[in-house]
């Protein structure tokens, strides 16, 4: 644990392309900022200190290289090993190189802790999460200073007050996985602080006796952030003081989140020499393309920074075609600055200030959704444009920066500065002379852990400090009458180590129930103070929800008790949440819900229907059983209380309806006839199994009957409902009730025998319809279960139901799984090629199943061949219907799901007005 006796205050930049330690010693009178160089491998058998530890994990194979080659002078636990070494000789081997880790730690389309990286490696390599990949540079830079301090164990990294910089724009949520992964280096209490305020302290750090020659009160800093994987925008104040003291730094603004950076110009040069190896005829992909992106990283560096007018690119061949496979061309310098100052840092006008802002995300490469406007300038203007009124309320003037202080390393290039520089005054319409001064960085590498070192002194109370707090504002939604509203728990700018209690929000849960709220986030609101309720709307980003459970009194004891909210912003920089009793002093932490990735959503315009209406549906859903001797159909006489259609009734209805048939699970066991319009009518109004606040509990009182299976098992229809709720439902499920699932099936789906293939079942359709709808389930386990249908396919013989499951078992796109259950090109490719050489009578029914399979999602790791999706565009080319046509543009461009496909996707139609596509596998490709 930390100690109040600290020997040093250390800063932790933990960068996507490099990561950099500095400290202060404060056993020294001077108490002076020094940077520590990581021991590290630098090359095979060479160990030495290096002034950055680049954030590249290599994962070396078992008879690749010499083990005593990589030995660390430190116990390790594994042979991954992190540094200059890892990153030279990974670009070699991509396939083993974890790379862009912080990237993947705000990436909430994946698992953050599923061993995804490197993302789209062979299976025989062993993979890591994001979290792991995190915790293993800090466990090296944990490992690395304890070796340097070992004759004094006082002096280890896990007793000093460690500072560790994150982006601005992370979430709350890719906060906390920093702190966990902190937690798994042995480092279990840090601070975080966002890289932008990190680098504007390394300069006050240089300028801490005369930064009143450089800045005057009034006056607003833009501090511009872009490194390897995102870009951050900081705005701060010096400000006059009320009781005539000196003025004081504060903190106006942070930005959105943004994963754009170094990366992404790297991604630009690539597809440019892409081009000019096969002039326009070839396209790289695996580990080629990974090659080229790393080769093209460095030629950028030679090339902006002036000391080359030309870099020759040679990509070798692979395998028997080493030498006849090799490909080589010249990358020149003016047309590198031509794709990075035209595509990255455009000109622009006092139009652009205005313009709508960029899309934040889409672009899908090496599986991260980059975002879609690879502008940075736009994104500036987008920026200083949304917190005009924030500059005008607190300082009465416009959001132009009288002064710019450029980090991170895609930013070294002067002429990359100039440009941002001059894009600035033609925002506002000003004089190319009226460009902010530039705040000289002479560190960018460094800039972020100094600031970060000098922040923890300026926490106890040394140095200049820069009023911040909480770099966004956070709600929770309330509903208000028959309206939902946002309620504002923590202010922007509430300080480290406050808390707020709300007693007038009050609410009022059922105890030994999941409790969950939907959270909400602001960069840009401004004025907004705990306890105000301000209308959702666009200036509200949504969090993944926040969940407890509240125990209390006897462990099934159905009771409401009343309890309001409280928050606090904790000393570590992170947002704690929880409900507080208000008839006992028991409270109840609220955590953050990431079971499932993409949570369905239901906007605020959904149809409602009055209560008593709901009421009277529901009691007419339960008397359609109470006939013993037979059931009613109950769809016709809710529709006509609730007047809607049965496709109409809104999810507020159908989970009553659920709630009360599961209450009853007996009344399915009166006859077959009640099972069926049981298993039925529960299997409708509970799709997706997922999207409302207590859908997970509802699926946990499920599940208890899963085990018995259906209750008249002899009737044939009796268990095609069975299997057709559980298809309903998957999506709530969870991967370990899925995988349960599946092994349960496997002597159906994997039969030993070989014998005569007997037709097709109706209840086998059904079954492969429930494995279709499991997005959970591993790679592994969904390929074995594509090769055991795949003999089953057949264009006339074949029942349409099948080729859907074997469509959406193989397809591209998600509806509500993480994006690393993706089947593998390599997997499918041949299944395409045999599918399209079959005798199809119907090309709508083959493009039907292909387009899921071939459908473009712009990531590479995912993609199938260009060739591959022409050759189907050829095919396919002979349907007649012009919208059916239309559909084939997604086989040559990344195009966004439309709710039709997505009911098609799920194959039926979900409650109205809910999603389950988050968007993040959608964007323009190529843009840059």
Known sequence: MQTSQSAFVVGIDLGTTNSAVSFVDLREASRGIKSFPVSQLTGAGVF????????????????????????????????????????????????????????????????????????????????????????????????????FHAKDPDCHLEHQKVTITV??????????????????????????????????????????????????????????????????????????????????????????????????????????????????????????????????????????????????????????????????????????????????????GPDDLRREKPVMGGVTEFGLPYASDPALTRHMAAFLHGHKDEVQRRMERTPKPDHILFNGGALKPLVIRDRIRSAIPALFGLSPDESPQELENPAPDLAVSLGAAYYGLVKSGMGVKVGSGSPRSYYVGVAVGDKRKALCLVERGLDEGSTIDLPQSRFEVQANQPVQFDVFASSFRSGDKAGDLVDIDDSLASLPPLRTLIRFGKRDEARNIPVHMAAAYTEMGSLALWCRSEITDHRWELSFQLRQQVQASVPENRETVDADRIDSAVCAALMAFEDTGGVDNPVREISAIVLLSKNQWPLDLLRKISDALIGEPDLRTLSPAHETRWLNLLGFCLRPGTGEAFDEERIRKLWKIYRDGPVFANKAQNRNEWWILWRRVAAGLGPGRQRQILQDLSPLLFPKSKGKKAPVSQEMVEIWSVIANMEHLSVQDKTRCAEALFPQLHP?????????????????NMLYGPADRVLPPSVITGWVEALMDMPWTDPEALAALLIPMARMTGDRVRDLSPELRQKLVTVLSVIQDAEKRQALTCLGAVVAMEQREEKAMFGESLPPGLRMMAGAETGIVDKA
């Open 48 to 147: 030495a200190r290096n002034s950055v530890l680049p954030s590249f994990l290599y994962i070396p194979g078992s008879h690749e290289m010499d083990m005593e080659a990589i030995t660390h002078p430190w116990p390790k636990s594994t042979d991954i090993f992190a540094g200059v070494f890892a990153r030279d000789y990974g670009g070699k081997v991509p396939a083993r190189l974890v790379v862009s880790a912080k990237s993947w730690l705000c990436h909430d389309q994946v698992d953050r802790r599923a061993a995804i990286l490197p993302w789209g490696a062979p299976k025989e390599v062993p993979k890591l999460s994001p979290i792991e990949a995190t915790a293993h540079y800090l466990s090296h830079i944990r490992s690395a200073w304890n070796t």
């Open 167 to 348: 982006p601005a724009s992370f979430d709350e949520v890719a906060r906390e996985m920093t702190l966990e992964a902190a937690r798994i280096a042995g480092l279990p209490r840090v601070t975080l602080l966002e890289e932008p305020l990190a680098a504007f302290y390394s300069w006050l750090l240089r300028h801490e006796k005369n930064w009143m020659d450089f800045i005057k009160p009034g006056e607003l800093v833009l501090v511009c952030d872009m490194g390897g994987g995102t870009t951050d925008f900081t705005l701060i104040s010096l400000k006059e003081s009320e009781d005539g003291g000196s003025p004081r730094f504060e903190r106006l603004a942070v930005g959105e989140h943004l994963i754009l950076g170094g990366d992404n110009v790297d991604l630009a040069l690539a597809r440019l020499v892409e081009m000019k190896l096969g002039k326009g005829d070839i396209s790289l992909s695996g580990d080629r393309w990974k090659i080229l992106c790393h080769l093209c990283r460095a030629a950028k560096e030679n090339l902006l920074d002036a000391k080359k007018e030309k870099e020759r690119i040679t990509l070798v061949g692979e395998g028997r075609k080493l030498i006849g496979d090799t490909l080589s061309t010249f990358l020149e310098k003016d047309e590198v600055e031509r794709v990075v100052l035209e595509g990255f840092f455009p000109n622009l």
């Open 796 to 812: 006339r013989k074949t029942p349409e139901r099948l080729l859907w499951a074997f469509s959406r078992i193989c397809s591209r």
